[in-house]
C-alpha cells in the first residue's frame, strides 16, 4: 500500500546491500546535523574564543539531554524493529505513541531544569568574563530546543526500527538547510535583523528543530504515513517498562559519555580558554569523522531487531560482521587522516595559535582510538538490536570509572603535560572494547542456540 511504501523488510534480501540502503540515509542526515553544528562554530568562531568555549561549555549539557533522547529513542526503535520482525503492526503503533507521550513528558522536564541552572551551570564548567556571558545567553535558548530535540530523535529512532530512514534524512535536510540560512542572519544582524551574537546561533536552531517537527506532525497525524496512530494516547505500564528497560542502559551509557567530556573539560580549564576552546573544535571533529559509523551502526541495529523478531540468527550475525568491518577500515583512514593533517582540520575553525597548538595534541593522540571507538559503536548497536542493553553500560562505566581515577591523580603526580589525559582516555577506551567484545561474542552465541532451538516450533 501507498502508506507503507518507504517501509523495508529487514528480514529478507541481501544483507551488505539492506544495510547500505538504510545507512546512506542515516549518514545523510548525520551528516548535515553535524554541518550545522559546524556552521554554528564556524560564525560564532568569528566572535572570538571566548564565545568558542561559551558554545563549547553549553554544549556538554547537549550530552546529558541525548542521554535522555537515548533512552525513548533505543527503547522505541527496538520494540518497533521486533514487532516489525513479528509483522505485529498494531504493537508497533502502539509503542510509536507511548514513545510520542514520553518525549513529550521528558523534554518539558529537562529543559525547565536547564533554565533553572543556567548561570550555575556555565560558571561550574569554566565559564569567566565574557565566556560566562556569553554561555549563559546561548544556554538559555540552547536548553529550550532540548523539549523539540528529543521528539525530533524519538520519532526518527522509531521510523529507523519500521525500516523506514528516508523520511527522518528528508525532513532533517530541510531543517538543517534552514538553521544553516538563518545563522549568520540572526548572529550577525542580517537583512535589518539586530544582531543577537551567540543568542543567535541557538535561536536559529530552535526554529529550524520547530519547522521539523511540524512536518513529522503533518505526516504522523494527518497522512497516518507509516502507522497508524488511532487509538489510546494513555501511558501504558507493560510497554513503557519494555521500553524503559532496554533505553535505560543505552542512555545511561551517553550519561557516562557526558561525564567523560565533563571530566575533561574540568582538568582541561586549568589549561585556560584556549585548551577548552580546542577540545570544543577538537570534539566537534570527531563527530564528524565519526558520522558513517554511526550511521552504519544505526542500521546495523534495526536490521539485528527485525531478524531477532523473526529468529533469523545467521542474518544477525551476517550483519554485524559487515557493519564491524566497515567501522574498521573507515576509521583506519580517519586514524590517519587526524594524524597528517591536524593543523589543516583545526585550523578551520580558529587561527589562534594557541587554539591551534592544543587542538593538535588532541587529535593527534586519541586518533589513536578511533578503531577501538568504531568497535564500541557496533557492539553497542548488535546489543540495541538484540533488546539487552546493559552491557553497553557496564563497559562505558568501567571506562569512566578508570578514566575519572587516573586523570585525577596521575597527571598531578607524575606532573604529566596535558597530552597525558588524552593518553589517559585512549587506553581506558581500549578496556571497555575489550569487555563488551567478550560479552557480545557470548550473547550471540545464547542467542543463536535459544532460536536453533525454538526454530522447529516456529515452522
Known amino acids: 500500500m501507498q502508506k507503507n511504501s518507504r517501509r523495508i523488510d529487514l528480514t529478507e534480501g541481501p544483507i551488505l546491500k539492506t544495510l547500505v540502503r538504510l545507512a546512506v540515509p542515516v549518514t ?6 553535524t554541518v ?5 562554530l564556524y560564525f560564532v568562531g568569528r566572535l572570538g574564543p571566548d564565545a568558542v568555549a561559551a558554545l563549547s561549555i553549553s554544549g556538554n549539557a547537549f550530552f546529558i539531554h541525548l542521554g535522555l533522547s537515548t533512552i525513548l529513542g533505543t527503547g522505541g526503535m527496538a520494540l518497533i524493529a521486533q514487532a516489525f520482525g513479528r509483522k505485529d503492526y498494531d504493537q508497533a503503533a502502539q509503542v510509536f505513541r507511548q514513545s510520542i507521550i514520553l518525549a513529550l513528558i521528558v523534554g518539558a522536564a529537562e529543559t525547565t531544569t536547564g533554565l533553572l541552572i543556567a548561570p550555575a551551570y556555565i560558571e561550574f564548567f569554566g565559564g569567566t568574563g565574557k565566556s560566562l556571558v556569553w554561555g549563559i545567553q546561548y544556554f538559555q535558548i540552547f536548553v529550550v530546543s532540548f523539549f523539540f530535540m528529543i521528539l525530533l530523535y524519538t520519532i526518527g529512532n522509531c521510523y529507523r526500527g519500521m525500516g523506514n530512514t528516508k523520511t527522518p534524512m528528508i525532513i532533517l535536510l530541510q531543517a538543517n538547510i534552514l538553521n544553516i540560512v538563518l545563522d549568520p542572519v540572526l548572529i550577525f544582524g542580517w537583512l535589518g535583523i539586530p544582531a543577537m551574537g551567540v543568542r543567535g546561533a541557538a535561536l536559529a536552531s530552535v526554529i529550524s528543530q520547530v519547522y521539523a517537527l511540524a512536518v513529522y506532525g503533518y505526516l ?14 494513555r501511558l501504558r505500564a507493560t510497554i513503557v517498562r519494555k521500553s524503559l528497560y532496554i533505553g535505560i542502559p543505552s542512555g545511561l551509557n551517553h550519561f557516562l559519555l557526558a561525564a567523560n567530556m565533563l571530566i575533561t573539560f574540568r582538568v582541561i580549564s586549568d589549561y585556560g580558554t584556549a585548551a577548552l576552546a580546542s577540545i570544543g573544535i577538537g570534539f566537534r571533529l570527531l563527530q564528524a569523522i565519526y558520522i558513517p559509523v ?17 529468529n533469523k540468527y545467521n542474518r544477525i550475525a551476517g550483519t554485524f560482521g559487515r557493519a564491524w568491518l566497515i567501522s574498521i577500515i573507515f576509521m583506519i583512514c580517519c586514524t590517519m587522516v587526524c594524524r597528517i593533517f591536524p593543523v589543516q582540520l583545526i585550523g578551520i575553525f580558529s587561527n589562534d595559535s594557541e587554539v591551534i597548538r592544543f587542538g593538535v595534541i588532541y587529535l593527534k593522540v586519541f586518533s589513536l582510538g578511533f578503531v577501538m571507538v568504531g568497535s564500541i559503536m557496533v557492539i553497542s548497536a548488535a546489543f540495541q538490536g538484540l533488546g539487552k542493553t546493559y552491557p553497553s553500560l557496564v563497559g562505558a562505566a568501567l571506562d569512566t570509572a578508570l578514566f575519572a581515577g587516573l586523570v585525577f591523580t596521575l597527571p598531578a603526580f607524575f606532573s604529566w603535560k596535558i597530552d597525558s589525559i588524552f593518553w589517559i582516555k ?9 569487555v563488551i567484545a567478550v560479552w557480545l561474542k557470548t550473547e550471540l552465541e545464547r542467542t543463536r542456540k535459544r532460536i536453533t532451538r525454538h526454530l522447529p516450533a516456529a515452522k
Open 28 to 33: 545523510v542526515s548525520m551528516i548535515m546535523f
Open 426 to 434: 585512549v587506553a581506558t577506551v581500549v578496556v571497555e572494547t575489550a
Open 294 to 310: 554511526i550511521a552504519v551502526a544505526s542500521a546495523m541495529a534495526a536490521i539485528v531487531g527485525q531478524n531477532f523478531g523473526a
Open 36 to 40: 550545522y553544528l559546524m556552521v554554528d
Open 220 to 233: 504522523i497525524f494527518i497522512r497516518n504515513s507509516e502507522l497508524h496512530v488511532r487509538g489510546s494516547w
